[in-house]
């Protein structure tokens, strides 16, 4: 049996502190107020220690990763002084892009706005890389009718498109993962959107990871039971409540969740 998988996800933005711009490792409030948290390889490290499964790295500030040499040389510092698996995305905006990822450390590279803008690219990554190499993101918002539809340019523009039409397409056309991300959720604590999780990991061959809403420890459970998720994704909540992944983990498994408890 496979076992599920805790994914601490790191937000970066660049910062200008004094006359020196470096990553800052931040975390958001229904994609909009950020907040600066600290070093990002440092608490990389410390989420490694703390038995986490991966990592997701987003550079959230929508510089192209091309133009990103700040991002580029985190992702190598990321991959040389920790060894868990990281997906890496923010500012991918062509096939080459994956290639400049990989080539630095990461293990798979995730793209949002550029696939809705080219579906094409999805199977043109994974057939250059691999279809394990391709994760492809979804930001959505829920409506008062309860239709969860895809959103862009953070969340401020809704694209008309049901998660689940996209979600299926981008299966369809070689997605390795699929990573969904709830917008009026995002930093709020008051737990997953396990509906559309669900929905979505029904409906496609692929892997699906869910964040956007953790406060509790239960809530990772019932993204797993609930929503059929096969990893929970969290920024703030690791940063800010006083919880860690081992803790967390420990958690999960009294849930009866098959979870990695030791390396």
């Known amino acids: 049996m496979l076992k599920k998988r805790l994914i601490p996800k790191l937000l970066i933005q660049h910062r200008k502190l004094g006359r020196t711009t470096r990553p800052v490792l931040v975390t958001t409030t229904r994609f909009s107020a950020s907040h600066d948290v600290g070093d990002p390889v440092s608490q ?3 989420y490694e220690a703390q038995l ?3 990592l997701i790295v987003l550079n959230i500030d929508g510089t192209p990763i091309g133009d990103d040499k700040l991002m580029l040389e985190l992702i190598e510092r990321l991959a040389g002084e920790t060894f868990m698996p990281l997906a890496v995305g923010g500012g991918v905006r062509a096939l ?4 400049l990822l990989l080539e630095r450390g990461a293990d798979k590279v995730s793209v949002n ?3 809705l803008d080219d579906p094409d ?3 043109a990554a994974a057939n250059r890389y691999g279809a394990q190499c391709v994760v492809v993101s979804i930001d959505f918002r829920t409506g008062a009718d309860g239709a969860s539809f895809v959103v862009r340019h953070s969340a401020r523009h809704t694209t008309g498109r049901t998660v689940l039409d996209w979600a299926k397409e981008a299966a369809d056309r070689g997605a390795g993962e699929i990573l969904l991300c709830d917008a009026d959720r995002d930093g709020g604590g008051d737990g997953l959107n396990w509906q559309v999780c669900r929905q979505i990991a ?3 061959p692929v892997p699906v990871i869910i964040s956007g809403g953790c406060g509790r420890a239960e809530h990772f459970t019932e993204g797993f ?4 998720a096969e990893g929970v994704a969290a920024g703030t909540f690791f940063c800010f409540r006083d919880q860690n992944p081992m803790q967390t983990r420990a958690h999960i498994r009294n849930a009866g969740v098959a979870i990695r408890m030791e390396t």
């Open 113 to 115: 706005t550029a696939a």
């Open 44 to 46: 990389a490290k410390i």
């Open 96 to 99: 080459d892009d994956f290639g």
């Open 121 to 123: 690219l999805i199977g």
């Open 225 to 228: 039971v609930k929503g059929c």
């Open 202 to 204: 029904d409906a496609v």
């Open 52 to 54: 986490a499964d991966e």
